[in-house]
């Protein structure tokens, strides 16, 4: 699906999910919303290392960028005559006997600098479609400052006799999907705002060259989209929802070109089409556990009861695509263990199917929609993987072959291979038992990677499954030792279609708990540690990242949110705002139901901001986003940061403001020591209580301020506290413990066998002393937070 935005849309999109425009990061110019209130300013020495510090990563990533620059550009057209690219200028075109391209469509001529004011320089080429015969051509251009693109239609000339190798005919303003349903008829959607729900036919042969509408779908929570199947003979048009789709039919060898309906829309039926000789082969959700399966039907009567089933994948294996490639349906397949495979399935013998692993690196798959002059016979493919860049490969379902492209000459041979780097695929357990899985990425030469920094990616929303292709920032921070780990939790589509249905709605919190059980067993298999971890998130997937920052800050020292979606109340509340009757399927509809209201206002981010420590945060948001407020975005930063203000002050008092910004900043800037406990010594712990409470609320502990806290060698060490629990990490657990005012204190192991973790009793002081006596020699990490 994501193809769909690339340049040419010239990769299948994954058609498992029903599309629609969702809460994803656009591409739009950011704005950093920081705190309103001043923040504290570091020391001249401190400024100056931090400055050297960003000034030597921007240097190593230009190089990094540098280094993937001469990638193959995957996204080629190739036609009969001629082969199309995207350049900087605008669109080429080569002749096949020609080294040299010529700019075929420039961009400065179709979006003039200065107008809806933007300049040329921000307009860039979406999609492109060549006609059949390669007579004309079809392209979007996107603005930075628009969410709508326009399309321009071109007349091509022959370079041998005419000067301007092509003509504009038209400009179609607000196009999102468009297709060429022969060299003449131009098939197109339009978006107003952020919802696609009518197809226009432009035909260029009449005399008049108006564009006419042939479908409308007036639900107000259906995206419609255009869509030609592989052969190039069947055009579709799908009308889709989160939860169910209807799909209409266009058979492009037929002079009336008028839609047939393939089955009606019923509720939970969600289904995809593609053509196989004078039949249908039929991708939906009628599989056991409404999971997906292969079917086929008579394109004479396609509806539901002439469905026959041609494969359905065993409970362990989940359909990530399909392609209908000659007489063969291949399927890509996650597989039990974790990785990608492609399943084959002879059409005219669905028994003899077979299936084929992919390289054991591999985290994205996108097959290649051939162009007038590939192959049929053949699957295109392109997979890459966040410590791999994009590699092409070919594969042959009647040969079984599966043949990877020769590298370029000049290429460097380390940078196809990606060998110097280790994936692992791992399962953590959630709190109700559900093992989560997580993909792990680490440099063969990490060494120790519990001092390793961790960055952790996280999505979980619309059963979109993690974004995992190759970027050079991935590569950049693998190279200088990360450990980078992308946490599949339950709401995405990475195990079908139950896995996203156990996060919808009043299911959403079972995200929040798969990344509070990624984080804690990470930590505890000896992964990085909570002041090295990092998360990063984007759009929807801000809102397991902001719940758990709520719940439990403690666990991660940073987090980078794009264009956050953190006001889930406020937005399911507004019916007027954009998307919001779209994505009630999604988040509930709590203006109807009060179990939804509840259940959002449980988890929200904007609404569960306690005073509490919180992690570094850099927020970035989208001056003209539509899909998640910028004002949202706002009214989050200035909460969070009053609430660390209010926090630091019921510490320290409202008079010392400018020791809470001293204290605020040695909190993001831990310093980290190494000591030794020596055999019979002793160390003495005190707990003291913020306000009184009721027992039943969380209780919130801080450090004594007259009391040492845990003192080893003169330095201190705090136990950071949240929610009933005091937690400190040792290298070695604790052998004796010993406890005064109150007794029977109860020692657990919350992060492995290197954490202790004192959990209080139902009763308590307001000061508690703790006395420990080591029995033997352990080492120490000390955190020094703050001094009290």
């Known amino acids: 699906m994501s193809a769909l935005f690339s340049r040419f849309g010239s990769f299948a999109r994954l058609r498992l999910r029903p599309f629609g425009l969702c809460r994803t990061t656009p591409p739009a110019a950011y704005l950093y919303t920081g705190p309103s209130k001043p923040i504290p300013r570091c020391s001249n020495p401190d400024l100056k290392k931090y400055k050297n510090l960003q000034k030597n990563f ?75 015969s390669e007579r004309h051509l079809a392209a979007t251009m996107k603005s930075s400052h628009r969410e709508q693109a326009r399309c321009v239609v071109v007349k091509q000339a022959d370079a041998a006799t005419q000067k301007d190798l092509s003509k504009i005919l038209f400009t179609l303003h607000n196009v999102f999907s468009f297709e060429w349903a022969n060299d003449e008829v131009l098939f197109y959607t339009t ?37 030609l199947s592989r052969d190039g003979r069947i055009l579709t048009i799908n009308s889709s929802s989160k939860t169910d789709s209807e799909v209409w039919l266009i058979n492009v060898t037929t002079p009336t070109l008028e839609p047939i309906l393939v089955q009606r829309r019923l509720p939970g039926l969600m289904y995809h089409v593609e053509h196989w000789r004078d039949g249908l082969v039929i991708l939906a959700n009628t599989g056991p556990g409404q999971e997906y399966q292969v079917l086929k039907a008579p394109l004479s009567g396609p509806s539901l009861g002439s469905w026959v089933p041609v494969y359905t994948p065993c409970p362990e294996v989940t359909l990530k695509d399909m392609e209908v490639v000659g007489e063969h349906c291949v399927l890509t397949t996650r597989e039990a263990s974790g990785g990608l495979a492609l399943t084959v399935v002879p059409l005219a013998s669905p028994l003899g199917g077979f299936s084929l ?30 410590a791999h860049p994009q590699e092409h490969f070919s594969f042959q379902p009647m040969d079984r072959l599966l043949l990877s492209r020769p590298e370029r000459e000049g290429t460097p041979p380390e940078r196809g291979r990606g060998g110097e780097h280790v994936t692992k695929r791992l399962e953590v357990q959630s709190q109700d038992g559900t093992r989560v899985p997580v993909t792990l990425f680490h440099s063969v030469a990490a060494g120790c990677l519990q001092r390793a920094p961790l960055l952790l990616h996280v999505y979980g929303a619309y059963g979109r499954d993690l974004n995992m292709h190759f970027s050079p920032e991935s590569r950049l921070l693998l190279d200088l030792g990360w450990v980078l780990a992308y946490c599949h939790i339950r709401g995405g589509g990475e195990l079908g279609l139950s896995w996203h249905r156990q996060a919808r709605m009043k299911g959403k919190r079972a995200g929040v708990e798969d990344l509070r059980a990624c984080l804690l067993q990470l930590h505890a298999r000896g992964i990085s540690s909570p002041s090295r971890s990092a998360i990063n998130a984007s759009s929807a997937g801000a809102v397991p990242v902001g719940a758990l920052c709520n719940t439990d800050p403690h666990l991660v020292r940073a987090v980078t949110l794009q264009a956050p979606f953190v006001d889930v109340l406020g937005t399911m509340m507004d019916g007027s705002r954009p998307l919001t009757v779209e994505e009630r399927e999604e988040w509930g509809d709590p203006t109807a139901d009060p179990q939804h209201r509840l259940a959002i206002a449980s988890y929200c981010p904007l609404h569960n901001i306690t005073p509490q420590c919180y992690p570094s945060m850099l927020l970035t948001a989208y001056s003209e986003d539509g899909r998640v407020s910028l004002d949202g975005v706002v009214q989050y930063a200035e909460r969070v940061q009053q609430a660390v203000h209010t926090h630091f002050t019921a510490l320290h008092g409202a008079g010392k403001f400018a020791k809470i910004n001293t204290l605020a900043h ?6 980290r020591h190494k000591h030794v406990c020596r055999t019979g010594q002793s160390v003495r712990l005190a707990v003291h209580k913020v306000s009184k409470q009721s027992l039943a609320e969380p209780f919130k502990c801080v450090i004594a301020s007259k009391a040492p806290f845990l003192k080893v060698n003169n330095v201190l060490f705090i136990l950071l506290s949240f929610d009933n629990v005091i937690s400190g990490l040792l290298n070695r657990p604790i052998i004796d413990q010993s406890s005064h005012k109150p007794d029977n204190y109860k020692c657990l192991c919350l992060r492995g066998p290197h954490a202790q973790t004192l959990v209080l009793p139902g009763a308590y002081p307001s000061t508690i002393w703790c006395n420990f006596t080591v029995s033997q020699e352990f080492n120490v990490n000390v955190e020094v937070i703050s001094q009290v």
Not at 70 to 95: A, K, P, T
Not at 362 to 386: F, M, N, T, V
Not at 666 to 671: C, K, N
């Open 58 to 132: 921007k240097r190593r990533l230009r190089a990094s960028y540098s280094k993937f620059a001469d990638l193959q550009d995957e996204s080629l057209i190739c036609g009969r005559d001629y082969v199309y690219s995207v350049g900087c200028e605008g669109i080429y075109r080569r002749d096949w006997r020609q080294k040299e391209a010529e700019l075929l469509l420039d961009l400065e001529q179709c979006c003039p600098g200065g107008e809806d004011g933007g300049e040329r320089g921000e307009w860039a080429v979406q999609r492109v479609r060549v006609s059949p």
């Open 191 to 227: 978006q107003e705002g952020l919802r696609c729900s009518r197809v226009f036919r432009l035909d260029l042969n009449s005399p008049a060259a108006i564009p006419r509408p042939v479908f409308e779908d007036t639900q107000p929570d259906v995206f419609v989209e255009v869509a």
């Open 357 to 386: 692993p992919l390289p054991l690196w591999a985290c994205s798959c996108e097959s290649r929609i051939p162009g007038p002059a590939d192959p049929r016979h053949a699957l295109q493919l392109l997979l890459s993987s966040p």
């Open 666 to 671: 040695q909190y993001l800037h831990p310093s």
